[in-house]
């Protein structure tokens, strides 16, 4: 029997069971699909600070048609549940220092709704949800803020 979910989806979902990110700029969506994000580093003498624009080094695309994808394993920091909707938002860390993700799950599954992921952020330590926002901060003291439903729509404080 064929399975209901795309190579992508099955590659994402699977890595995320194992606590696997792929090191792209941008945001994983639990079906594959990867909108990528450019990050900008603004020296500011008190607090480094970011910014953020849609784009990358490629347009939309799907996982499983980027052959070049190379992963990490992520160390959780952070989570927050909300039991009514079943989401869990957590935070953390990936394989070099200055990686950091911030996810969103769903279901007794855990299955993987989208993931930030950022090799220039700093890890992520703390994450809270505000109505439709969640907002994560980094060690670097910046608050990233991420549209749940839009989440490639972020800002960062």
């Not at 330590?125 to 910046?142: F, M, P, Q």
Request: hydrophobic content about 35%.
């Amino acid at each position: 029997m064929k399975s209901p979910f795309t190579e992508s989806e099955c590659i994402i979902q699977e890595a995320w069971k194992d606590g696997r990110c792929p090191i792209i700029n941008g945001i994983i969506y639990g079906n594959g699909k990867i909108k990528p994000l450019n990050i900008t580093y603004v020296h500011d003498e008190k607090v480094p600070k970011y910014n953020i624009s849609y784009g990358g080094e490629s347009a939309d695309m799907w996982l499983a048609d980027r052959g070049d994808v190379k992963w990490t394993y992520i160390t959780q920091l952070f989570e927050t549940h909300d039991e009514q909707s079943s989401m869990r938002i957590s935070c953390g860390e990936g394989g070099m220092g200055a990686d950091g993700y911030v996810a969103l799950s769903k279901g007794e599954d855990d299955a993987l709704v989208w993931v930030a992921f950022f090799d220039r952020s700093n890890p992520f330590t703390e994450v809270r949800v505000s109505g439709a926002t969640v907002y994560a901060k980094t060690t670097l003291d910046n608050v990233w803020q991420f549209p749940i439903a839009e989440p490639q729509s972020a800002t960062i404080e």
